[in-house]
């Protein structure tokens, strides 16, 4: 007779599948979207705000499997977009619990005006060098965002950062490793990604904008603002390596975190939302 194995129990369910169980003991959704704790109002609200960047992000992302310019792009890409969906998955679990909800009513069932994803997140990939910018942006914001709430007193959002940023670590080296062989490249690739500074700079000034909602969070979360000098002194730094320049093109008037967002979100919405709405409840 064997032994009872025991190796599931520190997980959120023990019978969970091996697929389901992160390496370690990380933080899994499956694990928040069971736990007693419930966050306040304030506290649900900045997670949605982080669980939809990730979200978008992921969406974008996934859109380069079998695109990507090359195979091993093509799996970085793609186990990038995983990341930021576990990363969505995580946050949007836990916001879900002080509505009552589940991560996939938030996922699957909001409106666009009720999304609170940044507009850089939904910008297209364009070429390969504008999802590069892109996620030069991002990931910097990211990394520098996670261990800043890696001393949030709220719990879950601390335990979420702790595994996120680990993986957002990956996220802008690649990025790094990726702005400097395309700005020291040739002509055309340190152009193209001239044109993706200025094309996707103008909404950068909105992930660094403070709301009131930071106000109520208190040491739950993190103003932007106070991220702000750091991403300059990274991203400069970046680009001065890779030959390139900080835009001077003036920021664009972008209001995703009150719900006012790009035209792109909507056809973002439409391909990831459809199944879920046309068919309810469908499982498999």
């Given at each position: 007779m064997s032994a009872v194995d025991?190796?599931?129990?520190?997980?959120?369910?023990?019978t969970a599948s091996a697929t389901r169980v992160t390496p370690g003991n990380a933080l899994r959704p499956e694990d928040i979207a069971i736990q007693q704790e419930k966050p306040n109002d304030a506290v649900a609200r900045y997670a949605v705000r982080l669980?939809?960047?990730?979200?978008?992000?992921?969406?974008?992302l996934s859109h380069w499997i079998s695109r990507g310019p090359e195979l091993e792009e093509d799996i970085a890409l793609g186990n990038i977009a995983l990341d930021q969906l576990g990363h969505a998955r995580s946050f949007l679990s836990y916001a879900a619990l002080a509505w009552d909800k589940t991560e996939d009513d938030l996922a699957y069932f909001r409106e666009e005006e009720e999304f609170r994803s940044l507009h850089m997140v939904e910008q297209p990939n364009g070429d390969f060098a504008a999802t590069i910018v892109?996620?030069?942006?991002?990931?910097?914001?990211?990394?520098?965002?996670?261990?800043?709430?890696?001393?949030?007193?709220?719990?879950?959002?601390?335990?979420?950062?702790?595994?996120?940023?680990?993986?957002?670590?990956?996220?802008?080296d690649h990025a790094i490793m990726w702005t400097l062989r395309l700005g020291l490249g040739t002509e055309e690739s340190a152009r193209r990604m001239r044109d993706a500074l200025d094309n996707l700079w103008p909404y950068v000034g909105e992930i660094f904008e403070d709301e009131a909602l930071h106000a109520e969070l208190g040491d739950a979360g993190v103003a932007p603002s106070t991220l702000?000098?750091?991403w300059d002194e990274e991203f400069g730094a970046v680009l001065a390596d890779a030959e390139l320049s900080v835009p001077t093109v003036p920021y664009a008037m972008a209001r995703g975190r009150r719900g006012e967002h790009s035209e792109h979100l909507g056809f973002i919405l439409a391909e990831m939302q459809v199944l879920a709405r046309k068919h309810p409840g469908a499982t498999w």
């Open positions: 025991h190796s599931l129990d520190s997980f959120g369910d023990a669980g939809d960047d990730a979200l978008i992000l992921a969406q974008r892109r996620q030069l942006v991002i990931s910097i914001y990211q990394h520098l965002l996670y261990t800043a709430l890696l001393e949030s007193s709220d719990e879950t959002i601390a335990a979420i950062s702790a595994k996120a940023v680990k993986e957002v670590d990956y996220h802008r702000r000098a750091a």
